[in-house]
């Protein structure tokens, strides 16, 4: 176990590459994770309050792709 | 191409894809960490910084695979008007930018000891930066029109102007002098790494890489509601 | 549909464009853009007081280390040059005999080339050390870096040391 920690004399270099790894991923996933939350709520929200439209098909918050503004070409 | 163009069907796949990529994801980092911090053997001549590898390759091929992407998707929304590959390609820059930050801070955590520096300015790791700023100056330039439309089409010139950095990257080493050696695995007469080594580079490699796909799913999920917000918000204005 | 191949067509010339340009540019500059020269582009090309940076092999058998253990003297080759070397400091890790350094300093009137920083260069093959041995047991003590694995058994470093303008598909 001293062995694995101490990684033959390089611990600070190779677990400060593990650590940096971990925080960059973990961060960026946190991050979207969040965003995305945040603008589902949003959407929610705008929906809800929003008068009904007739060609809007109301789906789950979730799948938000409003295909008849969005559609490509 | 067309057909998944179309965000709706995009987002039927994307969300039954996503589930498992980030299964696949998470096992491959357990698997590619056991076998890259424990089960594999320290190098001859570099003995355990070897290990850093397991991060810093992975996280070279992920900032370039992802830039690459990113030019593709500026080259379609400049060529076809999609609407998803600006949606993607802002979905993807941040995590671009996050690999690119993590191959150079860990090759600097490398060099350090091995070859006696922090930081040169060879061709290989000064192309490398230039693409850290290449994502971080899309990120900034898409934000900074008043106009969506022509802050997108900005960054998507900026991204095309950068591809070029793409093929300086990867054959910098073998067009110049350089401290950074040559690559290791994709190379003409097959890898030079020790199959032991090979296999939990490969096995983080796969990890990175549905990493990337799970997590950008997401994001472009945010993408799209978040122009859905937007088309609401410009209805109730008018 | 016309427009869009216009589109395309503006675009791919663009890209062409900067291309060629970049290319150009490139090949232009490439004396700026090389880290290191080896002994031999020194030897076409001498420096006179400039400070300038050699890469190369580190001569095995020609290290040689002063009493006092901080002034190294070494030999540097790029298998058809070679170039003696002093240094006095602390050696990276990676510094040893076979393989690659990179050295800035200057060339002294005596051919001596006075080091003033260090750094060790390693190569692309990676392998444990019982398959280092082996290798070498084996019979190539000269080059412990040939992987099994690896198709076109190349001595340690001379690739990039003699690297030229390659193409490469």
Sequence with gaps: MDGFLSMGGYAAYVWSSYGAAALVLVGLLVLSLTGLRRVERTLATLEAAKPRRKREPKVGPVPTASPATETAP | MHRFANPARFLKIANAVLPWAAGLSAVCFVAGLYLGLVASPPDYQQGDTVRIMYIHVPAAWMSMFTYSTMAVAAAAALVWKHPLAEVYAKAAAPLGAGFTALCLLTGSLWGAPMWGTWWVWDARLTSVLVLFFLYLGYMALVDAFDDPARGNKAGNILLLVGAVNVPIIKFSVEWWNTLHQPASVFRLGGPTIAASMLWPLLLMAVAFQSYFFAVVILRIRAGLAARRVQTLRLGQAG | ?169
């Design chain 3, 1 to 169: 549909m016309t427009r869009k191949r216009r589109r395309m067509m503006i675009l791919a010339l663009a890209l062409l464009g900067l291309g060629t340009a970049t290319a150009l540019t490139l090949s232009a500059f490439r004396d700026n853009i090389v880290f290191f020269y080896s002994p031999s582009d020194l030897a076409a090309k001498p420096p006179g007081g400039r400070t300038v940076r050699i890469g190369g092999l580190v001569e095995t058998g020609s290290l040689k280390r002063d009493a006092g253990g901080l002034t190294v003297t070494f030999q540097v080759t790029d298998t058809a040059k070679s170039l003696p070397v002093t240094y006095t400091g602390i050696l990276p890790d990676l510094f040893r005999e076979g393989q690659g350094v990179v050295a800035e300093g200057k060339l002294g009137p005596d051919g001596v080339f006075a080091a003033t920083e260090l750094l060790a260069k390693h190569d692309e093959k990676y392998m444990p050390p019982d398959v280092a041995d082996a290798l070498k047991r084996a019979g190539h003590p000269g080059k412990p870096g040939d992987v099994p694995a690896s198709g076109a058994p190349v001595a340690a470093g001379e690739e990039h040391q003699t690297s030229t303008l390659r193409t490469n598909p």
